[in-house]
T-cell receptor
Framework: GAVVSQHPSWVICKSGTSVKIECRSL??????MFWYRQFPKQSLMLMAT?????????EQGVEKDKFLINHASLTLSTLTVTSAHPEDSSFYIC???????????????FGPGTRLTVL | AQSVTQLDSHVSVSEGTPVLLRCNYS??????LFWYVQHPNKGLQLLLK??????LVKGINGFEAEFKKSETSFHLTKPSAHMSDAAEYFC????????????FGTGTSLTVIP
């Protein structure tokens, strides 16, 4: 149980275009999802916390107008990288909490990640 | 504030020998601690977690970790390394009072030599 999927697993786009990444909780309802960014050989950096039905909370230094997050349902959150540039190339990972797991209320279940390359 | 320090950015062991990956945390309160493993171009897989129950935690694939409050440590160990253990390992601390936000260590890359 507690499976999180991401789509696509990898994407290549041209500079200036927008890219949407989907994060789905497959077997549970996730009221809270998280978006992380990971550069090569580095740790994960939290970009934003996505709460179903409300605006996302962005971490300091993350441009909310560039990284649009939508959490319209309890099983889906999307991250849209708008007007992407080569410096946005990275590995984007989402995670979700399963509020039904009372013993692991603070555990996060991670998706497999999306590799974005902007040419 | 919470923080996590993984003392070694890279660890190299021979197959069949013990593994020790070190993690120290900084927190004023009792945290929850996790170890995750990440294989190349893959997402994170939970190895084990400490959530104020037993201080010695057993995880998957033969890994275990011991929570030592006096030393503020949560080191990950395995008695005998396998080739498939080669990966990146992340120690994570979280605290209920900060909304259970995950604070990641910088990661330790484990190499297993045949």
């Amino acid at each position: 149980g507690a499976v999180v999927s991401q789509h696509p697993s990898w994407v290549i786009c041209k500079s200036g275009t927008s890219v949407k990444i989907e994060c789905r909780s497959l077997d549970f309802q996730a009221t809270t999802m998280f978006w992380y960014r990971q550069f090569p050989k580095q740790s994960l950096m939290l970009m934003a916390t996505s709460n179903e039905g409300s605006k996302a909370t962005y971490e300091q230094g993350v441009e909310k107008d560039k990284f649009l997050i939508n959490h319209a349902s309890l099983t889906l959150s999307t991250l849209t990288v708008t007007s992407a540039h080569p410096e946005d190339s990275s590995f984007y990972i989402c995670s979700a909490r399963d509020p039904g797991r009372s013993l692991s209320y603070n555990e996060q279940f991670f998706g497999p990640g999306t590799r974005l390359t902007v040419l | 504030a919470q923080s996590v320090t993984q003392l070694d950015s890279h660890v190299s062991v021979s197959e069949g020998t013990p593994v020790l990956l070190r993690c120290n945390y900084s927190s004023s309160y009792s945290p929850s601690l996790f170890w995750y493993v990440q294989h190349p171009n893959k997402g994170l897989q939970l190895l084990l977690k400490y959530t104020s129950a037993a201080t010695l935690v057993k995880g998957i694939n033969g890994f275990e970790a011991e929570f030592k409050k006096s030393e503020t440590s949560f080191h990950l160990t395995k008695p005998s390394a396998h080739m498939s253990d080669a990966a990146e390992y992340f120690c994570v601390v979280t605290l209920a009072s900060t909304g259970n936000q995950f604070y990641f260590g910088t990661g330790t890359s484990l190499t297993v030599i045949p």
